[in-house]
């Protein structure tokens, strides 16, 4: 869930893994991963980092 008037990009080259501004709540797989804007400790999911076709 995000407002859709607040929301905002705050990467940067030097700081690409700054969070977005305006995103309050990620569910991932059911679970929430982000809840009031802060970044929770659960890892509903794994990074896919090849795609085989």
Avoid: C, Q
């Avoid at 080259?13 to 804007?37: E, F, H, I, Q």
Wanted: charged residues 25%.
């Amino acid at each position: 869930m995000f407002d859709r008037a607040a929301i905002a990009s705050n990467a940067t080259a030097k700081n690409p893994r700054r969070y977005a501004s305006g995103v309050a709540y990620v569910l991932v797989n059911g679970k929430l991963s982000m809840r009031g804007g802060k970044r929770t400790d659960v890892n509903a999911a794994k990074v896919l980092r090849e795609f085989e076709a």
